[in-house]
């Protein structure tokens, strides 16, 4: 298949904001009237399909929900059945749902166990029947949302109800509030007005000594007697090695072990890794699962342009990105506070240098922050390759188990 378009994605939230799945879509490849093509979204899903599903691990996004948008075209083929059918809503308009052969399409789907998201449920009479053919609802609040929230919530109470293009976080909690369930959108990227000044708690704290030991090439008999004062943080960066395998036979069972099958550099990656993930903030579930992303897309679009550690180093950069929302402190300060490079320092301040156009590249994936297309042009990375590294990123992620 020639892939030319570059997939986007937004998390679909909780009203805890923890991530249930996600919204993918082409970025830049819409019609006048906001809707992708039948070919496109053809495309789009027999593309996702073959990416996030191996003969060996089946679905490779566990229980991630991921929503598409759709037209009768595409419900019609085949296609959409090659997608899992607990994991995948697909979006249609009130006009769409009312056609005799898409109703009936979507009849057969549902029973199959698909889900179906009805756009712009506001617009649609309470005791419309096309509400008991969907699992979700969608809608988009304006200026009464207070009133709106009450109003959408009481006249659809059986879909799970989705909101979308929030403008702010009291909206957010607003809607939380009033038991609207799920959330689409980038205000996950807006920090939190009232957000508090967290810094380095007292496991971030043991982690930051380890990094900054195994730069150093510490002995590992030292190192183990920093990590002994946290066994849960012993356990869980034992936990993220095996889980994700490296094909060494052998379960790590001991720093001094992992150091001996992985050596310092493979291990500092880890240690950053766990680093992004001891955040404790009711937001930090998203916080990280950016991160892990971030990370884990930039190693894998350097891969083939830089030398191994170099692609290490992005994975870093990608997981670093994130630690002044999770920490509740300007970047400036984290880097204060954590030694790092001068090439993964600039490419977290300005997104300059070395590794800065990729991290930028792992940014313009979500929603649509930035011209993806010239900053895989300026890397050298075609559309395929960039879509192939962000959903094996999201697999990869979710095969951390945050």
């Known amino acids: ?48 399909a073959t990416q996030l599903r191996n003969e060996e691990s089946g679905w490779l996004l566990s229980d991630s929900v991921l929503f598409f948008e759709a037209t009768p075209a595409l419900i ?45 449920a506001d617009a649609v009479a309470p005791d419309s029947p096309l509400l008991a053919l969907v699992s979700h609802v969608e809608v ?17 109470a059986s879909p799970i109800k989705v909101v979308r293009h929030l403008a702010d976080w009291q909206e957010y909690d607003h809607c939380a509030a009033a038991g609207l369930q799920a959330f689409i959108g980038k ?3 807006t920090p939190r007005p009232e957000a508090e000044k967290k810094g380095l708690n007292s496991a ?48 790590i ?8 099958m992985l050596g310092y550099s493979p291990l500092y990656r880890w240690l950053s890794l766990l680093l992004a993930t001891a955040g404790t903030g009711s937001d930090s579930a998203v916080l ?45 300060e984290v880097l204060g506070k954590i030694q790092l490079s001068e090439p993964v320092a600039q490419a977290l301040l300005t997104r300059d240098g070395m590794y800065g156009p990729f991290l ?7 929603t649509d922050n930035g011209d993806i297309g010239a900053l895989a042009d300026s890397l050298f990375i075609n559309a395929r390759q960039v879509n192939e590294a962000h959903l094996a990123a999201l697999a990869w992620a979710q095969s951390i188990k945050i």
């Open 1 to 48: 298949m020639l892939v030319t378009k570059f997939i986007v994605r937004e998390p679909l939230l909780s009203a805890k904001q923890q991530v249930l799945g996600y919204e993918l879509r082409w970025y830049g490849n819409q019609q006048d009237d906001g809707m992708a093509s039948d070919e496109d979204l053809l495309e789009l899903v027999t593309f996702v």
């Open 76 to 120: 019609a083929s085949n296609v959409v059945q090659t997608l899992p059918a607990k994991n995948t809503v697909f979006r249609l308009t009130a006009a769409d749902l009312t056609d005799a052969d898409t109703h009936q399409a979507v009849t057969a789907l549902r029973q199959q166990g698909y889900g179906f998201s009805l756009c712009g």
């Open 140 to 156: 988009s609040f304006g200026s009464g949302i207070e009133n709106d929230t009450a109003t959408f919530g009481e006249a659809h």
């Open 288 to 332: 990280m699962q950016t991160a892990i992303v971030r990370g884990r897309f930039a190693e894998l679009a350097g891969h083939g342009i830089l030398p191994k550690n170099e692609a290490e180093n992005l994975f870093v950069v990608g997981i670093f990105s994130m630690l002044d929302r999770l920490l509740g402190i300007p970047m400036e």
């Open 360 to 366: 930028a590249l792992a940014e313009a994936c979500e």
């Open 204 to 251: 971030q704290l043991i982690i930051v000594q380890l990094m900054q030991m195994v730069r150093q090439n510490a002995d590992v008999r030292e190192l183990e007697n920093v990590l002994k004062r946290d066994a849960t943080l012993a356990y869980k960066l034992f936990r993220y090695i095996n889980n994700v395998g490296f094909g060494l036979g052998a379960e």
């Open 187 to 189: 205000l996950y990227l």
């Open 253 to 260: 069972q001991s720093l001094r072990h992992a150091v001996t």
